[in-house]
């Protein structure tokens, strides 16, 4: 297949996908030009449906028409590719390790306590989903401590953002979203000071805020789907919640 | 201090000898990934068997504090958790810069391939077989397997683009797809015994049943994933400790 107008890189993503934003912030952070298409997240093209016939989902990263699926599998990719540019993994082999195993932490455990929240009612069970977020937040904040993995750095690469930062901070942005759609307390600069220091820290990278949505965009985004959410339409918007 | 009974493996030739532990239990595939892997590159271990039901083992609550699960590898100090980052661990840190004992292959778009399917692997097979394994209703007995078979199907046909003609997922040697799903190879021949279901049915699954034969024959893995009957004891015990325990 062509490269599409000659890139040999093309996104196929979603505006509010926090997993797109993952490879758009890598690809930036790498210098490397690519084109970006914009999809439907909730109805895949027959573009999505052919690179990616086993889930239909985004991203999908095209290198010379081939395609590499899973923001996370697309990042190690991308720094196998281009191992002489700036690179997102430390190189030795335990830091890999505890990149790799709090990238699966972040996807596995914190994305879906987060999108909890999004989707519980009030009462106990927005209780127990904020409480989650709070648990999974308390486990990170350690590792950013005494005798953590990642202790006493400013971001969880060292002085420079890293794969972990970039998957750990394409999708953090909900939590402030959801603090005010919400209207619960997620991220405490009190309980976790060096989590709310590291993510404050983060989203002032300029590659970062050329990559993230201005807030008020998501704001607006996640209150519709709430609004649709609370209107009982029986469509299953844990899906569409970005927290993916 | 933690209780646990400490097996060690039989010193091999040219082994790489350093102070690697792995928290397991020999039955359990994930745990099976990791000594696969270790065997692969040579490296001497000791696997120490734990308590995963509650009271869990203190070693591995205090080394794997987040998910509380086995296999951990315990190596120099750091615990390291997970099995698909443990293997990859596992290939970088006893790597001897050639790429002849690789586990995961050399081009990045293949490692990004395999990547993806061992992922796909931990995705839809674990939660079908389990509750295969333990569910009770025939209805939702033949969808548990409909799914399974779905799930082979399409790594049968995966084999086809990871193998590139060859013998194993990772061409002429076992590689990192091979371990992830081959160490899911006794856990699918107990569950078709004990349901009398054909899973890894040779006849629609004529690459999936001739490669598990290779995988199951070669070195590296002998003896480390076991056979249907292995199963059948432990969950036969397993049951008969649950019958015996007045309910709660």
Same mark, same amino acid.
């Given at each position: 297949?062509?490269?599409?107008?000659?890139?040999?890189?093309?996104?196929?993503?979603?505006?509010?996908?926090?997993?797109?934003?993952?490879?758009?912030?890598?690809?930036?952070?790498?210098?490397?030009?690519?084109?970006?298409?914009?999809?439907?997240?909730?109805?895949?093209?027959?573009?999505?449906?052919?690179?990616?016939?086993?889930?239909?989902?985004?991203?999908?990263?095209?290198?010379?028409?081939?395609?590499?699926?899973?923001?996370?599998?697309?990042?190690?990719?991308?720094?196998?590719?281009?191992?002489?540019?700036?690179?997102?993994?430390?190189?030795?082999?335990?830091? %890999?390790?505890?990149?790799?195993?709090?990238?699966?932490?972040?996807?596995?455990?914190?994305?879906?306590?987060?999108?909890?929240?999004?989707?519980?009612?009030?009462?106990?069970?927005? /209780?127990?989903?904020?409480?989650?977020?709070?648990?999974?937040? /308390?486990?990170?904040? %350690?590792?950013?401590?005494?005798?953590?993995?990642?202790?006493?750095?400013?971001?969880?690469?060292?002085?420079?953002?890293?794969?972990?930062?970039?998957?750990?901070?394409?999708?953090?942005?909900?939590?402030?979203?959801?603090?005010?759609?919400?209207?619960?307390?997620?991220?405490?600069?009190?309980?976790?000071?060096?989590?709310?220091?590291?993510? %404050?820290?983060?989203?002032?990278?300029?590659?970062? /805020?050329?990559?993230?949505?201005?807030?008020?965009?998501?704001?607006?985004?996640?209150?519709?789907?709430?609004?649709?959410?609370?209107?009982?339409?029986?469509?299953?918007?844990?899906?569409?919640?970005?927290?993916? | 201090?933690?209780?646990?009974?400490?097996?060690?493996?039989?010193?091999?030739?040219?082994?790489?000898?350093?102070?690697?532990?792995?928290?397991?239990?020999?039955?359990?595939?994930?745990?099976?990934?990791?000594?696969?892997?270790?065997?692969?590159?040579?490296?001497?271990?000791?696997?120490?068997?734990?308590?995963?039901?509650?009271?869990?083992?203190?070693?591995?609550?205090?080394?794997?504090?987040?998910?509380?699960?086995?296999?951990?590898?315990?190596?120099?100090?750091?615990?390291?958790?997970?099995?698909?980052?443990?293997?990859?661990?596992?290939?970088?840190?006893?790597?001897?810069?050639?790429?002849?004992?690789?586990?995961?292959?050399?081009?990045?778009?293949?490692?990004?391939?395999?990547?993806?399917?061992?992922?796909?692997?931990?995705?839809?097979?674990?939660?079908?077989?389990?509750?295969?394994?333990?569910?009770?209703?025939?209805?939702?007995?033949?969808?548990?397997?409909?799914?399974?078979?779905?799930?082979?199907?399409?790594?049968?046909?995966?084999?086809?683009?990871?193998?590139?003609?060859?013998?194993?997922?990772?061409?002429?040697?076992?590689?990192?797809?091979?371990?992830?799903?081959?160490?899911?190879?006794?856990?699918?021949?107990?569950?078709?015994?004990?349901?009398?279901?054909?899973?890894?049915?040779?006849?629609?699954?004529?690459?999936?049943?001739?490669?598990?034969?290779?995988?199951?024959?070669?070195?590296?893995?002998?003896?480390?994933?076991?056979?249907?009957?292995?199963?059948?004891?432990?969950?036969?015990?397993?049951?008969?400790?649950?019958?015996?325990?007045?309910?709660?």
């Amino acid at each position: 297949m062509d490269p599409a107008g000659g890139f040999d890189l093309e996104l196929l993503g979603s505006w509010a996908d926090s997993h797109t934003h993952r490879v758009q912030l890598a690809l930036k952070l790498k210098g490397l030009p690519f084109e970006y298409r914009e999809e439907d997240s909730l109805r895949p093209s027959a573009a999505v449906l052919l690179h990616n016939p086993v889930y239909g989902s985004l991203p999908v990263l095209l290198h010379r028409g081939r395609a590499l699926l899973h923001s996370v599998v697309i990042l190690q990719y991308l720094d196998e590719a281009w191992p002489s540019g700036r690179l997102l993994l430390p190189s030795d082999p335990c830091d %890999r390790a505890a990149v790799r195993f709090w990238s699966h932490f972040a996807d596995d455990k914190l994305a879906p306590s987060v999108a909890a929240v999004f989707s519980s009612c009030p009462g106990d069970g927005r /209780k127990a989903a904020v409480d989650q977020v709070h648990q999974n937040l /308390k486990l990170l904040e %350690r590792e950013l401590g005494g005798g953590g993995a990642f202790e006493g750095r400013r971001f969880f690469g060292g002085d420079e953002i890293g794969l972990l930062d970039v998957v750990l901070g394409c999708g953090s942005y909900w939590l402030a979203v959801f603090e005010e759609v919400m209207e619960v307390k997620l991220v405490d600069p009190e309980a976790f000071p060096r989590f709310h220091a590291w993510l %404050r820290d983060f989203e002032e990278q300029r590659e970062v /805020k050329e990559t993230i949505p201005p807030i008020d965009k998501l704001l607006e985004y996640a209150t519709a789907v709430r609004q649709m959410m609370l209107g009982g339409t029986g469509a299953d918007d844990d899906n569409v919640v970005a927290v993916n | 201090m933690y209780s646990a009974t400490g097996i060690n493996c039989t010193p091999m030739a040219g082994a790489v000898v350093e102070d690697v532990k792995v928290l397991g239990l020999p039955l359990i595939p994930f745990v099976i990934r990791v000594l696969i892997a270790l065997r692969l590159k040579r490296v001497e271990y000791e696997l120490v068997e734990v308590q995963i039901a509650e009271p869990k083992s203190e070693i591995l609550v205090k080394s794997n504090p987040v998910y509380k699960k086995i296999p951990v590898l315990l190596h120099r100090g750091k615990s390291i958790c997970e099995s698909a980052v443990i293997v990859q661990y596992i290939d970088e840190e006893w790597s001897d810069g050639s790429g002849s004992s690789s586990i995961l292959p050399a081009d990045p778009f293949d490692r990004a391939l395999v990547r993806f399917w061992a992922a796909y692997i931990d995705d839809k097979l674990p939660a079908p077989v389990r509750a295969l394994r333990w569910g009770t209703e025939a209805e939702k007995a033949a969808e548990l397997a409909g799914q399974i078979r779905q799930a082979l199907g399409l790594l049968e046909e995966a084999f086809v683009e990871c193998g590139k003609g060859k013998g194993f997922f990772g061409g002429d040697a076992v590689g990192y797809l091979d371990i992830a799903l081959g160490s899911c190879l006794g856990w699918i021949r107990a569950l078709e015994k004990a349901k009398s279901v054909k899973l890894l049915d040779a006849e629609k699954l004529p690459r999936l049943t001739g490669w598990a034969e290779r995988f199951l024959a070669e070195e590296s893995v002998k003896g480390l994933v076991p056979d249907a009957d292995e199963y059948q004891k432990f969950y036969a015990a397993a049951e008969a400790r649950t019958s015996a325990t007045p309910a709660a």
